[in-house]
């Protein structure tokens, strides 16, 4: 079964400043779709960024880029200059292309923005 | 941009009664979803919903359990009779077809006393 994981928490960065956040998963499969969501104290999901795996390049949307390393199963987001509303919980998923119906979701990260 | 309307945004019950939480997906989706959230946990799909049929489902989604689109534009999640643990968020999303983007909506916090 597919995985998703997320090491980090909890992160902080100071605003204006550059953080990363950390995904790793695990399939068998050899094509399939990741995805960072977007979490406000709304709770409202929010899709941030999407990477297909048979893309080699990186996905960028505005400040938001990924680090896609598909071998070693390294999914991480970037988010430069950053801002207070950047704060929020952050959900890395994983869905399979083969099987459209489940995505997964890894544990989240809870990013504080410092002023 | 286009968005899934979810409603009540919040709904309190007490044990062993039934709930219906209530979607209307975007006009043109033809993939619908639920997914649950328990407080502080990692969101968890439940159902997937395509061509009024119910094409996948967790083991969360057990018999208490049922969707319906009972007309062209609601989608609804039926919990026959509540626990205490039903407690948590509950996304409806959908989608335009497979493999393009997932819509979710904005949330129904379910409350079971």
């Known amino acids: 079964a597919q995985t998703v994981t997320q090491s980090q928490p909890e992160m902080s960065v100071q605003e204006a400043e550059t953080v990363t956040l950390s995904c790793t998963y695990d399939?068998?499969?050899?094509?399939?779709?990741l995805f960072w969501y977007k979490q406000p104290p709304s709770r409202q999901m929010i899709l941030v960024i999407r990477?297909?795996?048979?893309?080699?390049q990186n996905a960028t949307e505005n400040r938001f880029s990924v680090n896609f390393q598909k071998a070693a199963k390294s999914f991480s987001l970037k988010i430069s200059d950053s801002q207070l509303g950047d704060a929020a919980m952050y959900f890395c998923?994983?869905?399979?292309?083969?099987?459209?119906?489940?995505?997964?979701f890894g544990a989240g990260t809870r990013l504080t923005v410092k002023p | 941009e286009p968005e899934v309307t979810q409603t009540p945004s919040h709904q309190v019950t007490q044990m062993g009664q039934e709930v219906i939480l209530r979607c209307v997906p975007i006009?043109?989706?033809?993939?619908f979803y639920w997914y649950r959230q328990i407080l502080g946990q990692k969101v968890e799909f439940l159902v997937s919903f395509y061509n009024n049929e119910i094409s996948e489902k967790s083991e969360i989604f057990d018999d208490q359990f049922s969707v319906e689109r009972p007309d062209g534009s609601n989608f609804t999640l039926k919990i026959r009779s509540t626990k205490l643990e039903d407690s948590a968020m509950y996304f409806c999303a959908s989608q335009a077809g497979l493999n393009e983007k997932l819509f979710f909506g904005s949330g129904t916090q379910l409350s079971v006393l």
């Open positions: 399939t068998s499969e050899s094509d399939y779709y």
């Open positions: 998923a994983y869905r399979s292309a083969f099987r459209n119906n489940d995505m997964r």
């Open positions: 990477q297909e795996a048979y893309k080699q």
């Open positions: 006009s043109n989706h033809l993939y």
